[in-house]
Protein backbone atom coordinates (compact mmCIF):
# COMPACT_ATOMS: atom_id res chain seq x y z
CA UNK A 1 0.00 0.00 0.00
CA UNK A 2 1.08 3.58 -1.19
CA UNK A 3 1.02 6.29 1.78
CA UNK A 4 -0.10 10.04 0.01
CA UNK A 5 2.50 12.23 -0.72
CA UNK A 6 2.33 15.65 1.05
CA UNK A 7 3.61 19.02 -1.08
CA UNK A 8 7.03 18.48 0.24
CA UNK A 9 7.85 15.41 -0.97
CA UNK A 10 6.58 16.41 -4.21
CA UNK A 11 8.91 19.09 -3.67
CA UNK A 12 12.19 17.01 -2.58
CA UNK A 13 11.65 14.66 -5.10
CA UNK A 14 11.38 17.29 -7.88
CA UNK A 15 14.60 19.17 -6.13
CA UNK A 16 16.57 15.57 -5.95
CA UNK A 17 15.48 15.03 -10.20
CA UNK A 18 16.81 18.54 -10.53
CA UNK A 19 19.98 18.02 -8.85
CA UNK A 20 20.06 14.58 -10.36
CA UNK A 21 19.80 16.18 -14.17
CA UNK A 22 22.47 19.16 -13.01
CA UNK A 23 25.33 16.60 -12.49
CA UNK A 24 24.19 14.81 -15.46
CA UNK A 25 24.61 17.67 -17.33
CA UNK A 26 28.32 17.96 -15.95
CA UNK A 27 29.23 14.88 -16.80
CA UNK A 28 28.28 15.26 -20.24
CA UNK A 29 30.01 18.43 -20.19
CA UNK A 30 33.65 16.94 -18.78
CA UNK A 31 33.16 13.93 -21.42
CA UNK A 32 32.59 16.09 -24.15
CA UNK A 33 35.75 18.21 -22.88
CA UNK A 34 37.55 14.86 -22.86
CA UNK A 35 36.56 13.86 -26.62
CA UNK A 36 34.12 11.57 -25.46
CA UNK A 37 30.41 11.11 -26.08
CA UNK A 38 28.83 10.25 -22.19
CA UNK A 39 28.02 6.77 -23.54
CA UNK A 40 31.92 6.40 -24.27
CA UNK A 41 32.53 7.69 -21.06
CA UNK A 42 29.94 5.85 -19.00
CA UNK A 43 31.37 2.61 -21.01
CA UNK A 44 35.10 2.83 -19.79
CA UNK A 45 33.53 3.60 -16.30
CA UNK A 46 31.69 0.58 -16.04
CA UNK A 47 34.52 -1.58 -17.50
CA UNK A 48 37.43 0.45 -14.91
CA UNK A 49 34.65 -0.16 -12.34
CA UNK A 50 33.33 -3.68 -12.64
CA UNK A 51 34.21 -5.84 -9.49
CA UNK A 52 36.98 -7.72 -9.09
CA UNK A 53 38.39 -7.76 -12.91
CA UNK A 54 40.13 -5.05 -15.15
CA UNK A 55 37.66 -6.56 -18.40
CA UNK A 56 34.26 -7.30 -19.14
CA UNK A 57 32.41 -9.40 -21.27
CA UNK A 58 29.57 -7.86 -23.92
CA UNK A 59 27.12 -8.85 -22.01
CA UNK A 60 28.03 -7.80 -18.95
CA UNK A 61 28.97 -4.46 -20.42
CA UNK A 62 25.04 -4.16 -21.99
CA UNK A 63 24.17 -5.10 -18.58
CA UNK A 64 25.30 -2.34 -16.64
CA UNK A 65 24.91 0.62 -19.42
CA UNK A 66 21.30 -1.00 -19.60
CA UNK A 67 21.44 -1.24 -23.44
CA UNK A 68 20.82 -4.07 -25.71
CA UNK A 69 23.83 -6.40 -26.83
CA UNK A 70 23.91 -5.32 -30.37
CA UNK A 71 23.78 -1.73 -29.32
CA UNK A 72 26.63 -2.66 -26.74
CA UNK A 73 28.42 -4.32 -29.97
CA UNK A 74 28.15 -1.13 -31.64
CA UNK A 75 29.63 0.96 -29.00
CA UNK A 76 32.86 -1.48 -28.54
CA UNK A 77 33.49 -1.27 -32.05
CA UNK A 78 33.92 2.59 -31.87
CA UNK A 79 35.43 2.44 -28.66
CA UNK A 80 37.84 -0.15 -30.17
CA UNK A 81 38.38 1.93 -33.29
CA UNK A 82 39.56 5.29 -31.14
CA UNK A 83 41.74 3.38 -29.40
CA UNK A 84 40.00 3.31 -26.32
CA UNK A 85 39.17 -0.62 -25.47
CA UNK A 86 40.73 -4.02 -26.73
CA UNK A 87 39.06 -7.15 -26.93
CA UNK A 88 40.64 -9.81 -26.59
CA UNK A 89 38.95 -13.82 -26.73
CA UNK A 90 37.84 -15.12 -23.34
CA UNK A 91 40.69 -18.12 -22.92
CA UNK A 92 37.71 -19.92 -20.59
CA UNK A 93 35.09 -19.40 -23.72
CA UNK A 94 36.80 -18.65 -27.06
CA UNK A 95 33.35 -17.57 -27.92
CA UNK A 96 33.06 -14.69 -25.92
CA UNK A 97 34.95 -11.55 -26.06
CA UNK A 98 36.51 -9.58 -23.35
CA UNK A 99 36.69 -5.80 -23.51
CA UNK A 100 39.61 -4.26 -20.99
CA UNK A 101 40.97 -0.56 -21.47
CA UNK A 102 43.81 0.40 -22.96
CA UNK A 103 46.55 3.10 -21.46
CA UNK A 104 44.95 5.91 -23.18
CA UNK A 105 41.34 5.46 -21.97
CA UNK A 106 42.48 4.51 -18.26
CA UNK A 107 44.38 8.28 -18.80
CA UNK A 108 41.29 9.77 -19.86
CA UNK A 109 39.06 8.41 -17.19
CA UNK A 110 41.71 8.92 -14.62
CA UNK A 111 41.10 12.93 -15.33
CA UNK A 112 37.05 12.91 -15.56
CA UNK A 113 36.73 10.44 -12.82
CA UNK A 114 38.98 12.83 -10.44
CA UNK A 115 36.75 16.05 -11.35
CA UNK A 116 33.25 13.59 -11.15
CA UNK A 117 34.58 13.05 -7.92
CA UNK A 118 35.49 16.55 -6.83
CA UNK A 119 32.15 17.78 -8.47
CA UNK A 120 30.51 15.16 -5.82
CA UNK A 121 32.16 16.22 -2.71
CA UNK A 122 30.77 19.48 -3.50
CA UNK A 123 27.24 18.43 -4.45
CA UNK A 124 27.13 15.65 -1.15
CA UNK A 125 25.83 17.41 1.19
CA UNK A 126 23.10 19.20 -0.52
CA UNK A 127 22.48 15.58 -2.05
CA UNK A 128 22.41 14.16 1.45
CA UNK A 129 20.27 16.56 2.73
CA UNK A 130 17.66 15.83 -0.38
CA UNK A 131 17.95 12.09 -0.08
CA UNK A 132 16.83 12.80 4.21
CA UNK A 133 14.13 14.83 3.05
CA UNK A 134 12.71 12.22 0.76
CA UNK A 135 13.61 9.29 3.39
CA UNK A 136 11.33 11.14 6.20
CA UNK A 137 10.72 9.44 9.39
CA UNK A 138 7.92 7.42 7.51
CA UNK A 139 7.56 4.04 7.54
Known amino acids: MTQALSKADYEALAAFRHA ?20 QHQALLAIKGFPDRDRVT ?3 LAEQLVLRHHSTVGLV ?10 READPADRRRALVGLTDRAEQALAGLS ?6 LRRLGPSLAAL ?3 LGGDRP
Do not use: C, M, W
Request: aromatic share 4%; no cysteine; proline share 2%.
Open 114 to 119: AIHRAE
Open 58 to 60: IGE
Open 77 to 86: DRLEALGLVR
Open 131 to 133: LQR
Open 20 to 39: LRRFLDFSGEAAKEAGLTPQ
